[in-house]
């Protein structure tokens, strides 16, 4: 059974930074391209990033790129997500989710909170 | 960027209807767009994948179609528990994206 983990949110100021984390388990995480997404109270769900299986590519929404940076550690089938800069629109809840062998993403995980204010 | 505008953003229903909600796509993205379904504090559910093909464990009163720019997702006898907002992804080219969502409520 595919899990999916994350932590690492809470309240941050403005400026401020954070370090997501999502635990995997239950499938071969170096073969899967991994993905952070987020969604603002009463919005819509919004794509973050992208990394491959390798972790040698990765795609950013130009809404985060520069501020924002994913990785992943295969050896503890662990996806990351650094996020710098922090802005009050910012605040979502940020979810991993595994790419899957079709198009659409079938796991994700319970997703954490990340709040930006002062 | 490919743009995904859902139609209705809103949508009344009772019981045994059937339900169809429309993602028009701003460029082609063939067979990659997917639907989802999202209750309040889940994270979204799998219901397409692929425009058309049914994710194993959904029920086959969902069903999708289309492909290229125009997409659809229809339910074909409305349950209480689809009660929901639905959403769908393009996942051709990126940055990927999500449509606005149709909330689908009880009428």
């Known amino acids: 059974e595919v899990q999916l983990l994350e932590s690492g949110g809470g309240l941050v100021q403005p400026g401020g930074s954070l370090r997501l984390s999502c635990a995997a388990s239950?499938?071969?995480?170096?073969?899967?391209?991994m993905n952070w997404v987020r969604q603002a109270p009463g919005k819509g769900p919004e794509w973050v990033s992208t990394?491959?299986?390798?972790?040698?590519?990765?795609y950013y929404a130009d809404s985060v790129k520069g501020r924002f940076t994913i990785s992943r550690d295969n050896s503890k089938n662990t996806l990351y997500l650094q996020m710098n800069s922090l802005r009050v629109e910012d605040t979502a809840r940020y979810y991993c989710?595994?790419?899957?062998?079709?198009?659409?993403?079938?796991?994700w995980g319970q997703g954490t909170m990340v709040t930006v204010s002062s | 960027d490919i743009q995904l505008t859902q139609s209705p953003s809103f949508l009344s229903a009772s019981v045994g209807d059937r339900v169809t909600v429309t993602c028009r796509a701003s460029?082609?993205?063939?067979?990659?767009l997917a639907w989802y379904q999202q209750k309040p504090g889940k994270a979204p559910k799998l219901l397409i994948y692929?425009?058309?093909d049914l994710q194993s464990g959904v029920p086959s009163r969902f069903s999708g179609s289309g492909s290229g720019t125009e997409f659809t997702l229809t339910i074909s006898t409305l349950q209480p528990e689809d009660f929901a907002t639905y959403y769908c992804?393009?996942?051709?080219?990126?940055?990927?994206?999500f449509g606005g969502g149709t909330k689908v409520e009880i009428k």
């Open positions: 239950g499938f071969t995480f170096r073969s899967y391209a």
């Open positions: 992804q393009q996942l051709s080219s990126y940055p990927l994206t």
């Open positions: 460029q082609g993205v063939s067979r990659y």
């Open positions: 990394i491959t299986g390798s972790g040698s590519n990765t």
């Open positions: 989710a595994k790419a899957g062998d079709s198009s659409g993403w079938l796991d």
């Open positions: 692929a425009a058309y």
